[in-house]
């Protein structure tokens, strides 16, 4: 069984930059994303990156989050620069088939417990 972990998330002030990580188990033919969740609203899709490193992300999220992987040490990064209230969330890592855009959230079937990012004001 897959196991993803996250971890990297913390109180930040807006303005700042984080960047999480996530460790799967046996990620290197998958394709790996980003989601997150915010008090009372819906999980949202942040970032995917396939089996051949082809990077997707959300329109709300371009230009200031990077999703990146490093193959040999079976994790994948989200950076995120200039940090907004509006971004405090759970963040999730989540692992699917090769070839799959984070809008496909039904085909990502292992999931790490999250990683809190608070921004204050």
């Known amino acids: 069984e897959e196991h993803v972990e996250e971890s990297g998330g913390g109180s930040v002030q807006a303005g700042g930059s984080l960047r999480l990580s996530c460790v799967a188990s046996?990620?290197?033919?998958?394709?790996m994303a980003w989601f997150r969740q915010a008090p009372g609203k819906e999980r949202e899709g942040l970032a995917t990156?396939?089996?051949?490193?082809?990077?997707r992300y959300a329109d709300s999220v371009k230009g200031r989050f990077t999703i990146s992987k490093d193959k040999s040490a079976n994790t994948v990064y989200l950076q995120i620069d200039n940090l907004e209230p509006e971004d405090t969330a759970m963040y999730y890592c989540?692992?699917?088939?090769?070839?799959?855009?984070?809008?496909?959230?039904?085909?990502?079937?292992?999931w790490g417990q999250g990683t809190q990012v608070t921004v204050s004001s």
């Open positions: 989540a692992t699917g088939p090769s070839y799959v855009h984070f809008r496909e959230r039904t085909l990502f079937k292992s």
């Open positions: 046996r990620y290197h033919y998958f394709s």
């Open positions: 990156i396939d089996r051949d490193s082809k990077t």
